[in-house]
């Protein structure tokens, strides 16, 4: 069983299993991996988080890419445990009920970490209230602030009902947490009336870390005053205010003021943090992946192969230099093998094993620019002619607000359909923690191609990285850190000048054909022990350390700073 926790990671979503549909994207991912590695670490957390019993959403295209989203459908009693604890909340002048599910994140021993999926799903409340932990990034913008708020206040009172009274540490993953700060205000208020709110609040920051994953001002959770006022009630608001200002409320800036550590998730996303806020000192501890959830089966006999430590000690990893190319090219083909069965059953695209794959998969909207590849069909038709077969394998939902997301997806559908014949095109619908193993294993080279410097960190190359996959991305987020040119992957290098106009796309277009057909493409079929031996570097040099037990270890050292109660101070 688990110690008391030391340290309590609030987050809207996290990916706990493949079939529990409580995640959206890289946010999750990270929020989840971060709890599988603290199970495998033995380290006393727990993780709060919506029960989100309509997932994200069940992602259907059309034969032409046309986009539609339905709920989606499984049994929470399938995967966690109801519990009899009940509290309650106060949201927009009325009751709101909260009961607990727990799940129970297993380790590679038997140490396991609690995460709460809080659920307001009961009968005692209204129709309103039931659907708040319904659906993931759902409803509009009041809808979205109680939300916060059963995160945020009915989290933290949910952890002191079910006895966890010692935290030390409250860990805020992105401003949906922030409203944690106001839940440790309140208590201290409690507990000590006699303080002024600004000093409750200074005190409660000791308590408190934040990261931040958006490096766009537009991604951050704002809302009118009137509406906060009306939703939390008009002593919270005031309280708010005194991080946030009169006007706006803006929950990124309340986690700013109110935590006494704060990071971005790369080197790169720390700087363009500091430069939005440089009120705060704002550091950086770069994502990292759970290397046994991402790694492929034949990936995982081979390092059980040959370093038989893995699952406890990713750093080990670095001594995959000495596992023999043949080895290591065996492995992928059956990883390789199992993802073109699973393209070629879902779209009859005739995808071949022995053809150079392209693989890419983000969230369909624009900054993220999934179908930058696509720009011009036939420079692809030509680099296909002269350097060998190509097909690329592509997957990724658009929010289903984000119009011109899904007319991304639909662009990529007609490429793919003009291509036919000579380019081999596969879009596949709901990508998810198991699609995401399958491509990010069996790919030959992992594609990224966001718009810099709007890509925070990036986490799908560290899983390719994992399985011996290396990148070729535009150089942002992680890739800044883990790429060296030629050895784990290739840059794309475009014209900084260009980009923010017009011309950006156009230029990292022409940098991307110029790498494929100048580099990736001759490595892969012209020169294999090479590009073998690339592949081996991608896991000796970046996967040993892009993941999240090296990360995790970084927040105990620079941003925790508690007694684990199991071994070292740290």
């Known amino acids: 069983m688990s110690a008391n926790p030391v340290v309590a990671y609030f987050s809207m979503e996290i990916a706990l299993d493949p079939s529990v549909p409580t995640y959206a994207g890289g946010l999750g991912i990270l929020a989840g991996d971060t709890l599988r590695s603290a199970a495998d670490l033995g380290i006393p957390m727990v993780g709060v988080t919506l029960a989100h019993r309509r997932g994200y959403f069940h992602q259907v295209l059309d034969s032409q890419g046309r986009q539609s989203e339905e709920p989606v459908r499984w049994s929470i009693d399938d995967f966690a445990e109801r519990l009899d604890t009940r509290i309650e909340i106060q949201v927009e002048d009325r009751p709101v009920r909260v009961a607990a599910w727990r799940y129970r994140m297993r380790g590679v021993g038997d140490f396991e970490v609690p995460v709460f999926l809080l659920d307001t799903e009961l009968p005692e409340n209204d129709a309103a209230a039931r659907q708040l932990t319904d659906s993931l990034y759902g409803g509009d913008s009041r809808h979205r602030l109680c939300q916060e708020a059963v995160l945020g206040l009915a989290g933290l009172r949910m952890l002191r009902a079910l006895g966890y009274d010692e935290i030390a540490r409250f860990h805020l993953n992105e401003g949906h947490a922030a409203l944690v700060i106001v839940g440790l205000v309140e208590e201290s208020a409690a507990v000590d009336g ?24 537009a991604g951050q959770d704002r809302f009118s005053r009137d509406l906060v006022a009306r939703v939390l009630g008009e002593s919270r608001c005031a309280l708010l205010e005194i991080c946030a200002g009169k006007s706006e409320i803006n929950l990124t800036e309340i986690a700013l003021s109110g935590s006494r550590f704060i990071n971005g998730v790369a080197m790169r996303h720390g700087e363009i943090s500091r430069g939005m806020f440089p009120s705060y000192p704002i550091h950086s501890i770069t994502n990292g992946v759970h290397v046994r959830t991402w790694a492929t089966p034949a990936i995982a006999q081979l390092y059980d192969r040959h370093l038989p430590d893995w699952p406890r000690d990713a750093l080990c990893l670095r001594y995959a230099i ?39 998969a983000r969230r369909a909207t624009a900054y993220k620019r999934l179908g930058l590849v696509f720009r ?3 420079r692809l038709r030509a680099i296909a002619r002269a350097e060998g077969p190509l097909q690329i394998v592509l997957a990724g939902k658009a929010h289903p607000r984000d119009e011109d997301g899904k007319q991304i997806i639909q662009s990529i559908h007609r490429a793919r359909d003009a291509l036919r014949g000579d380019v081999a095109v596969a879009y596949l619908p709901n990508y998810d923690m198991s699609l995401a193993r399958l491509l990010c294993g ?23 990285a994992v399985n011996g996959v290396p990148s070729l991305s535009i150089l942002d987020g992680w890739w800044i850190e883990g790429h060296v040119e030629g050895m784990t992957g290739w840059a794309i290098r475009g014209d900084d000048a260009a980009r923010g106009g017009a011309g950006g796309d156009e230029a990292d277009a022409e940098a991307l054909y110029r790498a494929l057909a100048g580099a990736v493409m001759p490595c892969f079929y012209k020169q294999h022990e090479q590009f073998v031996r690339i592949m081996r570097y991608a896991i000796a040099i970046n996967a040993a350390f892009f993941n999240s037990e090296r990360m995790l270890w970084q927040y105990l050292h620079s941003a925790y700073h508690v007694e684990l109660g199991v071994g070292t101070p740290v």
């Open 194 to 217: 006699g303080r002024t709110a600004a000093a409750r609040l200074e005190a409660v920051r000791t308590r408190c870390v934040f990261t931040t994953h958006t490096p766009v001002p």
């Open 322 to 360: 000495s596992i023999p190319l043949e080895e290591i090219w065996s492995a992928h083909r059956e990883a390789k093998r199992a993802l073109l069965a699973a393209v070629n059953r879902e779209s009859n695209a005739g995808f071949d094993q022995d053809v150079f794959t392209l693989g890419l």
């Open 376 to 378: 011009d069909l036939e």
């Open 442 to 464: 069996g790919s030959d080279v992992w594609l990224n191609t966001p718009i810099p410097p709007l890509e925070a960190s990036g986490t799908s190359g560290m899983k390719a």
